[in-house]
């Protein structure tokens, strides 16, 4: 079992319709990090928390610590928010990032 | 520059021969990753360093694999003798002093025929 779970791994939606990716963890971490991977480009942080709710514009994530899970929502989809969304966890004692395996996703218009 | 850079962008090489890449990170940060993500893949860590301490290289597949990182600045990760398996993007992050968040470079892509 991987240390980082992500769900679903592909996810196809109509824009504006609210999008909700799940990350659950196994192991003890000091931050969790939500990445953005577009086709062909680089990775983009997009979120890093070790508790709480977090908000950029039309992304939010939360995170339980004593649930050891994290989702990562989107208002408003938009075609151009179609891309690989990443969870990682920055392993406790430890500078390493563990990535789930990804999360698919791609918004019609 | 303003960001991680990495070259070369590609890499096509024969099974046998070495390869080095390269990454610069942002100025100022004292922390550099490298990361492999293979097709089909998740991300994987390969080896951590933090300012003048010894590097954390637990996440090197085997001993084929090398990096070194000179002056605090300037990353090489070497391949000797490289695979079929190694094909992947090699991602190199920096991260600074004040927060946790990295950040990526654009990878090198590298095939092995």
Redesign the interface.
Known sequence: KNEVEQSPQNLTAQEGEFITINCSYSVGI??L?W?QQHPG?????LF?LSSGKKKHGRLIATINIQEKHSSLHITASHPRDSAVY?C?V?IQG?????????TRLTINP | GAGVSQSPSNKVTEKGKDVELRCDPISGHTALYWYRQSLGQGLEFLIYFQGNSAPDKSGLPSDRFSAERTGGSVSTLTIQRTQQEDSAVYLCASRGVRYNEQFFGPGTRLTVL
């Open positions: 000091s931050a990090h990445l480009g680089g990775i983009v942080s890093m990443i990682a920055s430890a500078q390493k990032l563990v990535f789930g395996q990804g």
